[in-house]
């Protein structure tokens, strides 16, 4: 068991080195315009080990996000109020500036979200980082079609607060500026969704226990 430890996690560290070797090139060149065997010779291993592990070249990028997918799943899982445990979650992601919120402004994290957000093929390979998203929770919910119409709810008003956020700040905006709207736009947002789901309190904990926390491979 040790050594299986041992080897996922070496299989993680290089998962992470070489889509931090990617992430810098291409915010140094663009996405465009760095190939995969680029990549792959300034990670120091072959173009095919690289297609091991990351099956398309987005994927170098999307890893980043990649544990995200499952999160709102694993927030309500065995929730009373699933609504109201991701406002609390989504709130505390805005205290903390966690850079999924959209409200951080290093500048590192700009250049990320401006290179994924600003790359068509990148934007397109994300949506299916959404989808999974969605798919999960509407498991995490009871995986029937009022679970999934929900979950398609709840991820599109996490996913548009953040862009919101990000949008303003990488406008010139401070984070100290937008944290205040960010936090009265949030509230109303969740309370919208609470409104317009009265009948999804129960749900996640009625669905079995924790979540499926299916997490992708980045492969």
Do not use: C
């Not at 070797?21 to 190939?35: I, N, P």
């Not at 290179?115 to 969605?134: D, F, K, S």
């Not at 999804?200 to 491979?217: C, F, I, N, S, T």
Request: glycine content about 10%.
């Amino acid at each position: 068991m040790e050594e299986m430890g041992l080897r996922e996690r070496k299989k993680q560290r290089m998962y992470q080195d070489v889509s931090d070797t990617a992430v810098r090139l291409f915010l140094e060149r663009g996405f465009d315009a760095v190939s995969v065997a680029e990549v792959a010779a300034a990670a120091g291993i072959s173009k095919p080990t690289l297609f091991r592990y990351f099956p398309a070249k987005e994927d170098l990028v999307l890893h980043r996000i990649a544990d995200h997918e499952t999160e709102a799943a694993r927030v309500v899982a065995g929730a009373a109020d699933p609504v109201d445990a991701l406002r609390r979650h989504f709130l505390a992601g805005l205290e903390r500036r966690d850079p999924v919120t959209g409200l951080n402004g290093h500048p590192q994290v700009l250049a990320f979200h401006t290179l994924l957000y600003g790359t068509p093929a990148l934007v397109a390979r994300a949506y299916g980082h959404q989808e999974r998203a969605e798919a999960a929770l509407a498991e995490a919910l009871g995986g029937d079609l009022d679970a999934r119409l929900a979950a398609g709810q709840i991820v599109a008003v996490q996913r548009i607060l953040a862009l919101d956020n990000w949008r303003r700040i990488a406008a010139g905006e401070s984070v100290e500026r937008v944290a205040p709207d960010a936090v009265r736009a949030a509230e109303r947002a969740f309370g919208r969704l609470a409104a317009g789901l009265p009948g999804l309190g129960g749900r996640a904990a009625a669905a079995g226990g924790p979540a499926d926390e299916r997490v992708r491979e980045t492969r």
